[in-house]
C-alpha cells in the first residue's frame, strides 16, 4: 500500500489560510497548532531515523563491505547537516 505522505499530512491539518472572518480565521489558527505539532513530529522523527547511521561510526577497517556502509552512513548524514567520524 502506497501512502501519499503529504496528501495525509495535509488533509490532517486543514486549512490555514486567512478569511478575514472570525469563525475560519479561529479554525486556520487552530489547524496551524496541529501544523506546528506535526511538524515537532517529523524534526523528531528525523533525529531518531538518522540515529540509525551512528552505528556505523565504529567499523571494521579493512572490511570492504564495513567501510562501504560507514562512507555510505557519512555521505547520507552530510547531505542532513550531520557529521560522522572520519576514520
Known amino acids: 500500500m ?4 503529504l496528501e495525509y499530512l495535509e488533509n490532517k491539518i486543514g486549512d490555514t489560510s486567512w478569511y ?7 479554525k ?3 489547524n496551524m497548532m496541529i501544523l506546528d505539532s506535526i ?12 540515529s540509525r547511521l551512528y552505528e556505523h561510526e565504529d567499523y571494521r577497517q579493512g572490511n570492504a563491505s564495513a567501510e562501504h556502509l560507514h562512507k555510505l552512513a557519512m ?3 552530510e547531505k542532513h547537516g550531520k557529521k560522522l567520524e572520519e576514520k
Open 2 to 5: 502506497k501512502v501519499d505522505l
Open 20 to 26: 478575514g472572518e472570525t469563525y475560519h480565521d479561529n
Open 28 to 30: 486556520s489558527a487552530s
Open 39 to 50: 511538524l515537532t513530529d517529523i524534526e523528531d522523527l528525523k533525529e531518531n531515523l538518522l
Open 75 to 77: 555521505n547520507i548524514l
